[in-house]
Nanobody, 124 residues
């Protein structure tokens, strides 16, 4: 059974940092593209970052480029999202997602498996 469990969310002041984690079970990251999405109240879901399987290529939304970094640890089957220079616009529920090997991108419809989400709030 495929399961994704996110953690690491919380409340942080503007300019601060957080690292989100997503532990995958029921499959190995080697064969999946992994991504982070977010959704703020009243807004559309937004793709934040994704990382490929074998080549580890990455893609970021323009809004987080140079501030967020996606990475993965195959030994622990975990995907991370390091978020720096956070600002109030980053406040949202963040979701981890997995897509089959041949898909890549920040479109939600590409992804078959989703976690329950972790809340990130940036506020002074």
């Amino acid at each position: 059974q495929v399961q994704l469990v996110e953690s690491g969310g919380g409340t942080v002041q503007p300019g601060g940092s957080l690292r989100l984690s997503c532990v995958a079970s029921g499959f190995t990251l080697n064969y999946y593209v992994m991504a982070w999405f977010r959704q703020a109240p009243g807004k559309e879901r937004e793709g934040v970052a994704c990382i490929g399987s074998t080549d580890e290529r990455t893609e970021y939304a323009d809004s987080v480029q140079d501030r967020f970094t996606i990475s993965r640890d195959l030994s622990t089957n975990t995907v991370y999202l390091q978020m720096n220079s956070l600002n109030p616009a980053d406040t949202a529920e963040y979701f981890c997602a997995a897509a089959p090997l041949i898909r890549f991108g920040l479109i939600g419809e590409l992804y078959d498996h989703w976690g329950q989400g972790t809340q990130v709030t940036v506020s002074s």
